[in-house]
């Protein structure tokens, strides 16, 4: 079975750093792109962060450049997301999920496969 299993959320005060980790399974995350995307209450799901598993390409939204970093252990088949400098409106249901393909200079818009999310809270 193919499976993505997110964790690492919490909750922390502004300017605090979380990592949170995506384990993939079932799957060669070599050839696959892993995104991670956020929920907010009453706002749509965007896309963060993702990584090429072919050859590491990464992308990041605007808004979490400089402060988020993403990274792939590709002998453990998980991904990293690196969370620092963080701020209230960071707070969000973090979810991964995984496609395969590459990164085409921007998020991947479908996806077979996706974890279930990880709260990230941050107070002021």
């Known amino acids: 079975d193919v499976q993505l299993q997110a964790s690492g959320g919490g909750s922390v005060q502004a300017g605090g750093s979380l990592r949170l980790s995506c384990a993939a399974s079932?799957?060669?995350?070599?050839?696959?792109?892993i995104t991670w995307f956020r929920q907010a209450p009453g706002k749509e799901r965007e896309g963060v962060s993702c990584i090429s598993g072919e050859d590491g390409t990464t992308y990041y939204t605007d808004s979490v450049k400089g402060r988020f970093t993403i990274s792939s252990d590709s002998a453990k088949n998980t991904v990293y997301l690196q969370m620092n400098s963080l701020k209230p409106e960071d707070t969000a249901v973090y979810y991964c999920?995984?496609?395969?393909?590459?990164?085409?200079?921007?998020?991947?818009?479908?996806?077979?496969?996706w974890g279930q999310g990880t709260q990230v809270t941050v107070s002021s």
């Open positions: 079932g799957f060669s995350f070599d050839d696959h792109v």
């Open positions: 999920a995984a496609t395969p393909g590459v990164i085409g200079g921007t998020f991947p818009v479908n996806y077979e496969n």
